[in-house]
């Protein structure tokens, strides 16, 4: 094992990840960092179609790209990321803190659905220094053109007074302004100071930042707590897959990952464990400390594959899933009355980052009903709007129009040599792109899913019945949203079907008092593993009911102080 131990290996480099690894290399022990994906430096994320077609995650078929969306039986979607820097490559910036009193503290031995060991207390000081190192800033919407008239924010503030709802602009990891400077659009950033060396430009609100920042205008964890563990010695070792982990003895504990070779040639040493796997070399690495960060699925999975190594595990892994609350609807065809007149109300999804502003309903236990939620503008961008125009049912009638006046003015008369005009009635007013915003509805769904292994595959028995109530709430307020602007409400096609679709999937791993409780402590150890994490979004007990990317962060930022004072305490003695 000479030259293949480390003090610390890190599975995984998203949310949890990334923070663990710059704090542990910031204090001085030696860190691996594992991430399957590969790096996405600016201008390398994906656009064309060519290009969209291989950009997803399934190495078996030959695909090594950004987007790993995954099908449950019990009619879930999720869509995950995979790539140096993890869920922030795809998140749409948004850093809400969790809401005080949603920090539950329920007998879930008694019939409760969650039980949180931390409070927003314990959490507050780490949410700060998350902040501070995401570079975090606020849209500035009071800064004058054009950022003080985008429409879907403007909007939405106003839908908010009308129904009488708390409207607040959150705190996004994303560059507006250099520092002391007034917010400018396309500026460069000052300093090239990254892991990718590359140059970086302040947010060109195109609405992209779901598909990944070609302008590096986001401050994904690349930019930030990757670059900061390599300066102080982190290894980070992509295309790296973990597939085995189990402890050794004597301590400490020992991991297999896979090499991944996109080209699909062999370097000789070794296939994937699987037949029919994707090709590459089996790499095993030790180390003192082992902390899983490979999100909620990777984590779970991880841990349930090598159950056998781990027998003392908690019987609670792979329990209190949740999707995190979330719902997708959109108001189409908005309008407006001016002057006893009805006009389109403009809503320009693909005009800003895709998340600006958020209402929030409260909790029953903060002053509401029910469950509590929040309800996010979702832009989306621009060449959607393009899809969305040209799939509407007019437009193939306007082009057999044009076609058909072009051969009769060809043919029969002198056709005029302009045909401006004809060209922008046959494209149309793009009334239906421009007055239809998706809302994004997320909060504290029941965390009653269980995700587990059947026939060898990754399973998630997670079922909408549970939390009707929440969601009937929530579409209900979106619905409210889409009749002040005087828009079609449109709820999620699969929300129809009984399906739903998150891109929040949280639990599996929760934290607990005690092993009949969860699965690791306060700290992030696992019950019954001295020495081996957990720091990502399956730790959560239940669900975070705001975006959950700060949390993750600082709840792994919290895990890393305990981390380095075990170690610190392991050396003096």
Known sequence: MAGRHFDAIIIGSGFGGAVTA????EAGLSVCVLERGKPYPPGSFPRTPHEMGTNFWEPSKNLYGLFDIRSFRSRLWAVLASGLG????????TLHRKDEKWFVQEDVTQGGYEHWPVTRADLDPHYDRVERMLGAQRYPFQSGEPFCTTPKTRELKWAAEQLGLEWDLPKLAVTFANDGSQPEIGAPIA??????CSRRFTCRLCGECNLGCNFGSKNSLDFNYLTGARRFGAEIRTLAEARE???LTGGGYFVRYLEHEPSGS???????????????????LACDRLILSAGTFGTTELLLRNRCRLPEISSRLGLHFSINGNLLAFACNAQRRVNDTVEPRRLEPSFGPVITSAIRVPDLLDGGAGRGFYIEDAGYPIFLEWILEVARPGMMARLAGFAGRRWWSHFFTTPPSSMSSAIATTLGPGRLSSS???LLGMGRDIPGGVISLRKGHLDVDWRVDASREYFTRLSEAARSIAEVWEAEFRSSPFWHRNRMITAHPLGGCSMGRNPGEGVVDAWGEVFGCPGLYVADGSVMPGPVGANPALTIAALADRFADGIIEAARSHSAA
Do not use: C, K, M, Q
């Open 191 to 196: 300093g090239r100071d990254n892991l990718h």
């Open 22 to 25: 710059y704090r542990l290399a």
């Open 245 to 247: 982990l189990g402890p």
């Open 266 to 284: 062999p370097s000789g040493n070794h296939r994937a464990a699987e037949p029919d796997g994707p090709v590459g070399r089996l790499v095993e």
């Open 86 to 93: 993890g869920g922030s490559l795809i998140f749409a910036s």
């Open 436 to 438: 239809t915003l998706p």
